[in-house]
């Protein structure tokens, strides 16, 4: 299980995590950036400089709208993300080969979007502010 954060807001606590990202074509380059499940987001994103620093292999542009309605265009990249416990910093998570992601500037936090999270039975407990992807044990115990 993952524990909730305050990574989107410092008074607000959400399902957050901690995400390694890492170049595919040289996996010695990773950079570690906190990030958020956001199930109104398609496609994962994360902040531009994140990429940058990675040296990321860019795959071209797509077409975004954001959370407010704007139509924007950005950067799409392939990395490999691992998904961690934000808090204890365990890799209790999971890990996801080459998936396309997009950059967008300005960002200072990932959204964690449906192309990963669709992929798993989620669990959201907010009262005890834990969170799972495939949540072998816990979800099965708590239904």
Same mark, same amino acid.
């Given at each position: 299980?993952?524990?909730?954060?305050?990574?989107?807001?410092?008074?607000?606590?959400?399902?957050?995590?901690?995400?390694?990202?890492?170049?595919?074509?040289?996996?010695?380059?990773?950079?570690?950036?906190?990030?958020?499940?956001?199930?109104?987001?398609?496609?994962?994103?994360? $902040? *531009?400089?994140?990429?940058?620093?990675? @040296?990321?292999?860019?795959?071209? =542009?797509? #077409?975004?709208?954001?959370?407010?309605?704007?139509?924007?265009?950005?950067?799409?990249?392939?990395?490999?993300?691992?998904?961690?416990?934000?808090?204890?910093?365990?890799?209790?998570?999971?890990?996801?080969?080459?998936?396309?992601?997009?950059?967008? $500037? *300005?960002?200072?936090?990932?959204?964690? @979007?449906?192309?990963?999270?669709? =992929?798993? #039975?989620?669990?959201?407990?907010?009262?005890?502010?834990?969170?799972?992807?495939?949540?072998?044990?816990?979800?099965?115990?708590?239904?």
């Amino acid at each position: 299980m993952f524990d909730y954060g305050n990574t989107q807001h410092p008074n607000h606590v959400s399902p957050d995590a901690l995400l390694q990202i890492i170049n595919p074509n040289d996996l010695t380059r990773k950079e570690e950036i906190c990030g958020i499940v956001d199930t109104g987001s398609v496609i994962t994103v994360l $902040p *531009k400089f994140i990429v940058d620093h990675l @040296g990321g292999v860019d795959y071209g =542009q797509a #077409k975004a709208t954001t959370a407010n309605g704007e139509k924007i265009t950005l950067r799409k990249y392939r990395v490999h993300i691992v998904v961690m416990n934000h808090n204890s910093r365990d890799l209790y998570g999971q890990g996801f080969r080459e998936i396309d992601v997009l950059a967008m $500037p *300005k960002k200072k936090y990932a959204l964690i @979007g449906r192309d990963i999270i669709n =992929q798993f #039975k989620v669990f959201l407990d907010a009262p005890k502010g834990k969170w799972g992807l495939r949540c072998i044990g816990y979800c099965e115990s708590q239904e």
